[in-house]
Nanobody, 117 residues
Framework: VQLVESGGGSVQAGGTLRLSCAHSGYSFRSNCMGWFRQAPGKEREGVASIYTGDGSTYYADSVKVRFVVSRDYAKSTVYLQMNSLKPDDTAMYYC????????????WGQGTQVTVS
C-alpha cells in the first residue's frame, strides 16, 4: 500500500495550495481517507476526511469553509484544496487511509510541508 503526497510548498497568507494523495495497493472505492497535519511542538490533528464511496466529507472547525477535500476515481487520488491560508495552517500534512472506516488509520503517507508566511 502506498500513499504519495505532493503539492506542498510556501505561500503568503491568503494564498492557496492543492495537496494530492495518490493511492495504490488496494481498492480506492468504499474507503475512508483523510488529511492530518502536525505543526512543530503540537500533536497531529485531523483536518479533513472523505468517504470515497459516496463522497461524504468531514472538516475540522479550524478549516471549515476554507479547505475542500475531494477524490478522483480515475486517478485513485484524494485532494485537499486549501484556500485563504493562514500562518496557523503551517504544518506537515499527511495523507491517511482507513480501509475499514473504523476510525483508526492503517496507512500514512510520507508527508508534505506547507508553510504560510
Amino acid at each position: 500500500v502506498q500513499l504519495v503526497e505532493s503539492g506542498g510548498g510556501s505561500v503568503q497568507a491568503g494564498g492557496t495550495l492543492r495537496l494530492s494523495c495518490a493511492h495504490s495497493g488496494y481498492s480506492f472505492r468504499s474507503n475512508c481517507m483523510g488529511w492530518f497535519r502536525q505543526a512543530p511542538g503540537k500533536e497531529r490533528e485531523g483536518v479533513a476526511s472523505i468517504y470515497t464511496g459516496d463522497g461524504s466529507t468531514y472538516y475540522a472547525d479550524s478549516v471549515k469553509v476554507r479547505f475542500v477535500v475531494s477524490r478522483d476515481y480515475a486517478k485513485s487520488t484524494v485532494y485537499l484544496q486549501m484556500n485563504s491560508l493562514k500562518p496557523d495552517d503551517t504544518a506537515m500534512y499527511y495523507c491517511a487511509a482507513d480501509p475499514m472506516c473504523s476510525g483508526h488509520v492503517s496507512y500514512w503517507g510520507q508527508g508534505t510541508q506547507v508553510t504560510v508566511s
